[in-house]
């Protein structure tokens, strides 16, 4: 069974950076994970995601150039690092992956099976 424990939210000015992390566990394969979000009375979205083996990586438009994915595969965390941040990247966090043997790595909360319980980010202006 796949653990999925993110840390790092909290509450910052706009222009302020956060570092998110996502520890997982209980899990011996490497594929996809994901960084999502949901702001209250929206749909979740996706912000990042990383291949676990390779490195390769995609942020959405809406956080190209402030928001970076990255991965440390000795201790299985994810890390989201935000900078910038402005009022409207408000939302919870959460960290996803995927027990698929040959993951999309996709963009839609439908590919992936395993979630964290989330990280409250909040931006004030």
């Known amino acids: 069974q796949v653990h999925l424990v993110e840390s790092g939210g909290g509450s910052v000015q706009a222009g302020g950076s956060l570092s998110l992390s996502c520890a997982a566990s209980?899990?011996?394969?490497?594929?996809?994970m994901a960084w999502f979000r949901q702001a209250p009375g929206k749909q979740r979205e996706a912000v990042a995601t990383?291949?676990?083996?390779?490195?390769?990586?995609r942020v959405v438009d809406s956080v190209k150039g402030r928001f970076t994915i990255s991965r440390d595969n000795t201790k299985n965390i994810v890390y989201l690092q935000m900078t910038s941040l402005k009022p409207d990247d408000t939302a919870m966090y959460y960290c996803?992956?995927?027990?698929?043997?040959?993951?999309?790595?996709?963009?839609?909360?439908?590919?992936?099976?395993?979630w964290g319980q989330g990280t409250q980010v909040t931006v004030s202006s």
């Open positions: 990383i291949y676990t083996t390779g490195g390769l990586t």
């Open positions: 209980g899990y011996t394969y490497r594929s996809c």
């Open positions: 996803a992956t995927t027990s698929q043997i040959y993951p999309t790595c996709g963009l839609n909360p439908t590919d992936y099976n395993y």
